[in-house]
């Protein structure tokens, strides 16, 4: 079952505050592998959080039921697809989560990605550009960026699939998806010992 990470901006959501853990919670999509020496001990630290958190997301009971959503012909895209509305429901109400506005927060982060380019993992230094460029992270509070998102996505899978137009499922079951968020992200932050978010 294809498992294509794609909540980057609840990884950094969830980061350390620090640019360092920042980059390497991004990295945690990136880097596979044992990590050996390759990183400094915080970037280390931030990939390992990454994986955790991944682990916990997977195996949780509201993330299953989010999946339970979607429909038995896109159920095999469910993990990418949930990771996606996640990340747009984030986005949506980013205000409600974190003091910096979302726009000031990726500005931030898309000037840090492109400083470091040179050392990224090669698939990354190629998508860091047009990430900024488009306020990739941002724009995910549009339902129509959403769309595109999944509908690209779609044609980088090397089998034939039902990934485009999967927003359609998104609409379909929005305030449900919405309540599985909600009530998930108080779970994830707990379970890393993190403050809850800034309101509900």
């Keep these: 079952m294809p498992r294509a990470k794609m909540n980057f901006l609840a990884h950094l959501y969830l980061s350390e505050p620090d640019e360092e853990s920042l980059l390497g919670s991004l990295l945690g999509d990136f880097v596979k592998g044992p990590l050996d020496n390759r990183y400094n001990p915080v970037i280390t630290r931030a990939i390992a959080q990454h994986r955790k958190i991944d682990v916990f997301t997977d195996a949780h009971p509201v993330v299953l ?18 990771d996606v509305f996640f990340d747009h429901f984030l986005a949506r109400h980013w205000r409600q989560f974190h003091e910096e506005p979302l726009d000031e927060f990726t500005a931030r982060f898309y000037a840090l ?23 990739w992270l941002g724009s995910y509070a549009h339902l129509d960026a959403v769309r595109v998102a999944l509908d690209r996505m779609s044609t980088r899978l090397q089998r034939e699939n039902r990934l485009a137009g999967a927003t359609d499922e998104l609409e ?11 009530e998930f992200i108080p779970e994830v932050t707990a379970f890393l010992g993190k403050a809850t978010a800034r309101a509900a």
């Design 172 to 182: 379909m079951h929005y305030a449900g998806f919405e309540s599985d968020f909600r």
């Design 65 to 82: 039921r989010a999946k339970s959503r979607v429909t038995p012909e896109r159920r095999r895209y469910a993990g990418i697809m949930t």
């Design 113 to 135: 990605l492109l400083r470091n380019l040179s050392w990224l993992p090669e698939r990354l230094q190629n998508m860091a550009p047009h990430m900024a460029r488009t306020d």
